[in-house]
């Protein structure tokens, strides 16, 4: 009789103790997910703030002689700039703008543009100035990149490379050369063993040039009648 009691008991032990361990797990499971919503709660407006300082910043750093800049939206087809004080898109609001800078004397030099494309390991993200009057790039800035150290991260912080952007023109379209073969005043030198990200960056600006500039020009125009 003994025996025969030993198998029931057993099963039970065997039950209560499968219960305690995924009880233990799904209470470490839902904890877990606590701490990792707290902390992307918590992050999420910090890197939002980081990232609007670090466009800002950029603004400057593309548009030489910019003292102070407004943001510009496409609405319907045209440039229409944003009040001072306007709520900021809502999440998952697809808005498209660009940034209109202005010297010490409040007088529009040109615009900031911002541009994505896949490079050699992902997106790259940048922003880059542009002198409508003498229709050429004046600066280019990375914002976010993952290209290999050392090669591809180049476009961040090459000198030589950098310098295509002071004065780039973009009629006839932008294009990029191999090192040492730039000849006209269109073409980006390439960075040596980055041929990929130098050439994403290519893109990423033409790309950005045919989608803005017919705006920019007609925007212009009108900055231009009003006198300003």
């Known amino acids: 009789m003994e025996e025969k009691n030993i198998q029931p008991v057993m099963a039970q032990e065997l039950e209560t103790s499968s219960f ?27 890197i939002a703030a980081n990232r609007a300082q670090a466009l800002q910043e950029a603004i400057f750093k593309v548009l030489p002689g ?11 087809g045209r440039l229409v700039m944003v009040e001072e004080g306007a709520p900021e898109p809502r999440e ?14 409040g007088k529009l030099i040109g615009f900031a543009i911002t541009g994505e494309e896949p490079g050699y390991q992902d997106l790259i993200v940048a922003i880059f100035g542009y002198n409508p009057r003498k229709e050429v790039v004046v600066g280019f800035e990375v914002l976010e990149s993952k290209e290999t150290p050392g090669l591809g ?12 952007f002071r004065a780039l023109a973009v009629e006839p379209p932008v294009k990029v050369v191999p090192k040492g073969e730039k000849k006209k005043d269109n073409e980006i030198e390439a960075i040596t063993g980055a041929t990929i990200s ?31």
């Open 20 to 46: 305690r361990l995924i009880s233990t797990l799904g209470l470490a499971g839902f904890f877990s997910g606590l701490v990792l919503v707290g902390a992307f709660l918590f992050t999420r407006p910090i």
């Open 66 to 76: 910019c003292a102070s800049f407004r943001t510009i939206e496409l609405r319907e």
């Open 92 to 105: 998952g609001e697809e808005v498209r703008r660009i940034y209109a800078g202005y010297n010490d004397k």
């Open 153 to 164: 991260d180049k476009i961040m912080k090459d000198p030589a490379f950098l310098s295509n």
């Open 198 to 228: 130098s050439k994403a960056v290519g893109r990423l600006l033409e790309k950005s040039l045919i989608e803005w500039r017919p705006l920019i020009g007609e925007y212009w125009k009108e900055y231009k009648k009003e006198g300003d």
